[in-house]
């Protein structure tokens, strides 16, 4: 079956870094684009960045251009966010997310990780 697994969330301070990896298993994670949600408390869950199948395409919210970075590898069935420059804004839960196809789309969700950045 179709799994993601999110690890690399943690406790940071605004300005520091964490990044974030997603393991995937139960489908051809090369042949599908990758995506990082987040979802702050009382907001809405958010599509942080895209990466297309090969990597060679990517695509960021405003708010983290310039300060996340996503990129994937996959000889390792692996997607990975790294976040710099971190604000107490970036505080959420985010979620590794595919749309994978097996007779029809379905939207696959990792369980989450917290980032909390506060000092």
């Known amino acids: 079956q179709v799994q993601l697994v999110e690890s690399g969330g943690g406790l940071v301070q605004p300005g520091g870094s964490l990044r974030l990896s997603c393991v995937a298993s139960?489908?051809?994670?090369?042949?599908?684009?990758m995506n990082w949600y987040r979802q702050a408390p009382g907001k809405e869950r958010e599509l942080v960045a895209a990466?297309?199948?090969?990597?060679?395409?990517?695509n960021y919210v405003d708010s983290v251009k310039g300060r996340f970075t996503i990129s994937r590898d996959n000889a390792k069935n692996s997607v990975y966010l790294q976040m710099n420059s971190l604000s107490p804004e970036d505080t959420a839960v985010y979620y590794c997310?595919?749309?994978?196809?097996?007779?029809?789309?379905?939207?696959?969700w990792g369980q989450g990780t917290q980032v909390t950045v506060s000092s």
């Open positions: 997310n595919a749309d994978v196809y097996l007779g029809e789309i379905y939207a696959y």
């Open positions: 139960g489908f051809t994670f090369s042949k599908y684009a």
């Open positions: 990466i297309s199948s090969a990597g060679g395409s990517t």
